[in-house]
């Protein structure tokens, strides 16, 4: 890393914990203290366990999308361009910035730059779709 990117970077990280410091301060009460000594641990171990089959299953999306149009692309390799764009996304505004990294990912694994937008546009596609079918369902 380079010292201007060490310094920006060190900016970041305090200004990071300066607004945690503050929310903790300014929203910090005995009733906080309740809350976090009546936490169950076993709502917790169960979100990160949904969280990682969620993305586990995002990564073996984006192998069987690939593989369809003929290029094998490995699991770990899924899901390591799937962590990857997760952070890109979390960085950009709209979480714009995932999709352009897991074309990226898709191209250096051996699809072609239009193959690999088809994926990723196939991925929101498929995103829509169940999140419109489960919309319906629910009304």
Known sequence: MKLKSRG??????????????????????????????????LFLLLAIGFRLLALGLWGVRIVLLSRSLGYPVSLLHSLNMVLAGLLAGTMTPGQAGGEPVRVHELYRAGLKVGDATAVVIMER????????VTGIIIM
Not at 22 to 39: A, Q
Not at 125 to 132: A, F, R, S, W, Y
Request: no cysteine; glycine share 2%.
């Open 8 to 41: 920006l970077f060190a900016i970041s990280i305090i200004f990071s914990l300066a607004v945690i410091v503050i929310v903790f301060w300014i929203t910090f009460t005995d009733e906080t203290i309740e809350y976090i000594l009546s936490f169950n641990i």
């Open 125 to 132: 596609v498929l995103d829509g779709i169940i999140l419109t």
